[in-house]
């Protein structure tokens, strides 16, 4: 499993340099116990409450509203595994992979150690040709390069992709679950008996609450919306932050302070957008300093605005629609292009 190492300041230009001790003199970079401690605190209470709720409301339709609270959950509960994938909440790699396998593997089904290789990789290169695995989602094609050459059903759906897009995140839960069955069993992950132990675990659980408290029709479709929407709200929340950008060449050579915030999109928004979108709205500031605990990206977000206005580097952010907007307009105008290549 590949680790991705923040880059420090003789690693990089002195642009990033200088910006990095203007943070790290701010303590910014400082951990954050106690934001984590109750935020972990408060999902976690939720999550427990809401199983809870669905045992005592029984073999009932009504439980399609606890699966949409679950799907709610879910995301959040990933949002702190992503925190601890980055080494966000505790200084030792093993405390947050400890955290991290539990909310990952164990709360939700998802491999922690094949999600960190790929996360690793997406931040190492964002929107990078070849290099990215976040901008090779079949059958979406995200560059011209990518639609060039489509022939058949691959090339049908490509042209109409941004109508798809939005459907197509429904089953971006199950193919994350399938993903990490498919790299527990194939993969060289680090932690590979605890996390088959722990997704094992997961999954009987999971499907001995629903099977045992729903009948077999309700139990389908119980977890049809559970998983559509835990896939809808995980493509929303990571879909606004890359897709649109500046798609780069495998051989660019532009800087890490430019390479991360050229190729990616802050989203605006209160303390609910911060909440719903678990701080991935601040896209820039968290892919410039990927350690950075969620609860500092807001005031690191001042400084990096400035410096990028100072330095003349591009510095996008929009609202959350605008950003969608600009999500679809890119899809439509790659598969236009798509249609007139065949």
């Known amino acids: 499993m590949s680790t991705y190492v923040e880059p420090t300041q003789g690693d ?11 943070v790290k003199q701010a303590g910014l970079l400082d951990r ?18 809401t199983w809870t709720a669905f045992v005592l409301i029984g073999q009932s339709w009504w439980q399609l509203l606890t699966a949409v609270l679950l799907a709610a959950l879910f995301t959040q509960v990933g949002f702190i595994g992503h925190d601890a994938g980055h080494r966000q909440i505790f200084r030792s790699r093993r405390a947050n992979d400890l955290l991290g396998l539990f909310h990952a593997n164990l709360a939700i089904g ?12 997406h931040h190492a290169n964002p929107n990078t040709e070849g290099a990215d695995p976040d901008i090779v989602v079949a059958p979406l094609a995200f560059s011209t390069g990518q639609a060039a050459g ?10 109409v992709q941004g109508y798809l897009f939005l459907p197509l995140l429904t089953l971006e839960a ?30 009987v659980l999971y499907l ?42 495998a ?46 990206l807001r005031r690191a977000q001042i400084l990096v605005r400035r ?25 439509d105008s790659v598969g236009a292009g798509a249609a007139r290549l065949t």
């Not at 489509?150 to 042209?159: F, M, N, T």
């Not at 069955?181 to 094992?200: D, H, M, N, S, Y």
Request: glycine share 8%; aromatic share 10%; with cysteine.
């Open 12 to 22: 990089v230009g002195s642009q990033y340099a200088q910006l990095s001790r203007r």
């Open 32 to 49: 954050r116990h106690g934001y984590y401690v109750t935020r972990i605190a408060a999902v976690g209470g939720m999550l427990v409450a």
């Open 110 to 121: 998802l491999s922690y150690g094949w999600w960190i290789d790929k996360h690793n990789r």
């Open 150 to 159: 489509l022939r058949g059903l691959r090339a049908a759906l490509v042209r």
């Open 174 to 203: 199950m193919s994350l679950h399938l993903n990490s069955a498919q790299a527990v069993f194939r993969a060289k992950l680090r932690r590979r008996p605890t996390e088959i132990a722990l997704l094992g675990t997961h999954v």
């Open 208 to 249: 001995t609450a629903v099977f045992l408290v729903l009948s077999p029709l309700q139990g389908l479709v119980f977890i049809a919306v559970h998983q559509g929407l835990f896939g809808v709200y995980l493509g929303s929340a990571f879909a606004p932050n890359h897709k649109g950008m500046p798609i780069l060449d």
């Open 251 to 296: 051989d660019n050579q532009l800087d890490y302070l430019r390479r991360q915030v050229l190729t990616s999109r802050n989203v605006r928004g209160g303390w609910l957008v911060d909440t719903a979108l678990g701080g991935l709205n601040y896209q820039i500031e968290h892919h410039l300093f990927p350690s950075m605990p969620r609860a500092n």
């Open 307 to 331: 410096f990028c206005a100072e330095n003349g580097v591009d510095y996008c952010e929009t609202s959350l629609w605008r950003s969608w907007r600009e999500v679809l307009r890119h899809l």
